[in-house]
Each structure stands twice: as structure tokens, then as C-alpha cells.
């Protein structure tokens, strides 16, 4: 009889014992490889590359001006941003969740962005496309 109380006593314990778990949410940034249409590589974002592209698009300078900036051919590289990041600018005023950042062949790179209201809008790529590559170890490289 003890041991029936005992185990019981154990079960009971066990079962209204809760465990608090806490999952880290991981954002993975992708490199997208439009001519073979798959993603080419998938890569944990690190605060290294979260800082970078943050940078880079706190100081956008300018609208990107071609008529249609979609394109079949280079890479583009979506990166999640976690925090989100508010940026005030002349040309960007917008909680930024996610950046893209594409690499034609024989178009100079640019960002594309959603704005608040799921507004997209291109600019510019003002950063290091080298460095870029390092960071996410990825030839970036295109026929430019």
C-alpha cells in the first residue's frame, strides 16, 4: 500500500510540476538564387550581420531609379531583422523588419524594403558587398 502511495505521490508530483522552457527564436537569413529559382544557402543571423545591414540602411542616401528593379539573373539575400529597427531619414522613415538586398549581374546592387504599410520601396546599396560575403560565407560575386 505505501509503495502504491509513493509512486502515486511521485506521478503527482511530476504532473503538476511545470517546467518553464524559454525557446531563443532563431531568424535565418536566406540567399536566393533566381535563375536556378531555390534558395542557394541558409545562414543564422548573428549580431555581426544584424549591425552591419542596420548601418547600411540607416544611411541610405537616395531612391533607386530604375523602372523595374526585379531581375532573373545574380542573388538576392533576404535578412530578417530581430529587434525590428526604426529608421528616420530623408528617404526612409519606417519600422524595418526585414531588408533584401539584391545583386543583379549587370545592375549595381540595391535594397528593397517594406515600409509600415507594406509600401515597397528600392534604394541604393550603399554597403560592402565583399564584406557581405565574408560574413555570410557566400560568394556574392557577379558578372559586374
Known amino acids: 500500500m505505501s509503495k502504491k502511495i509513493s509512486i502515486i505521490t511521485v506521478l503527482i508530483v511530476m504532473f503538476f510540476h511545470t517546467v518553464n522552457v524559454h525557446a531563443e527564436k532563431f531568424r535565418y537569413a536566406e540567399i536566393f538564387n533566381p535563375k536556378q529559382n531555390k534558395v542557394e544557402k541558409v545562414i543564422q543571423v548573428n549580431t555581426e550581420l544584424h549591425g552591419m545591414v542596420v548601418e547600411w540602411i540607416k544611411n541610405i542616401n537616395g ?3 530604375k523602372n523595374d528593379p526585379l531581375t532573373d539573373d545574380g542573388y538576392a539575400v533576404k535578412i530578417p531583422l530581430e529587434p525590428a529597427v526604426k529608421v528616420h531619414g530623408k528617404y526612409l522613415n519606417a519600422l524595418v523588419n526585414e531588408v533584401y538586398i539584391i545583386i543583379p549581374e549587370n545592375d549595381p546592387p540595391f535594397f528593397m524594403i517594406f ?14 558587398i565583399d564584406l557581405l560575403s565574408r560574413v555570410l560565407e557566400f560568394n556574392l560575386k557577379t558578372n559586374r
Open 63 to 65: 531612391i533607386y531609379g
Open 115 to 128: 515600409e509600415d504599410e507594406n509600401r515597397l520601396c528600392c534604394f541604393p546599396f550603399t554597403g560592402d
